[in-house]
């Protein structure tokens, strides 16, 4: 399985983006999913997690209310829109398909098997 983002780029505080994460497996609709980020010199963190069917989504605190994770598996792609963004938002966004522990909501890195190799959101002025 091979999971790409695209959508990132240079927005100012207050701006929006919305994310995207194409999966390259007829099986896309099985897998949970999840976007992570990374700012630079920090851990990478848990942003949003999705189940299978959608009908299940979690958010970390920092983006709950602004952040709004979806998928549509009839195109094997994932979405992450980004609303009201802060200069704390700058980091590398990265999705992950959910490959251990998947039955119930996980924010483990490394229960995420598969990763694309993120794209960079910078927000500023």
């Known amino acids: 399985v091979q999971v790409m983002e695209s959508g990132g780029g240079l927005v100012r505080p207050g701006g929006s983006l919305k994310l995207s994460c194409s999966a390259s497996?007829?099986?896309?609709?099985?897998?949970?999913m999840g976007w992570f980020r990374q700012a630079q010199g920090k851990a990478r963190e848990f942003v949003a997690y999705?189940?299978?069917?959608?009908?299940?989504?979690i958010y970390s605190d920092s983006v709950k209310g602004r952040f709004t994770i979806s998928r549509d598996n009839g195109k094997d792609t994932l979405y992450l829109q980004m609303d009201n963004l802060k200069p704390e938002d700058t980091a590398v966004y990265f999705c992950?398909?959910?490959?251990?522990?998947?039955?119930?909501?996980?924010?483990?890195?490394?229960?995420?098997?598969?990763w694309g190799q993120g794209t960079q959101v910078s927000v500023s002025t």
């Open positions: 992950a398909a959910c490959t251990k522990s998947c039955f119930a909501f996980t924010k483990e890195l490394s229960d995420y098997g598969y």
């Open positions: 497996t007829v099986t896309f609709s099985v897998f949970t």
């Open positions: 999705i189940d299978a069917l959608e009908r299940d989504t």
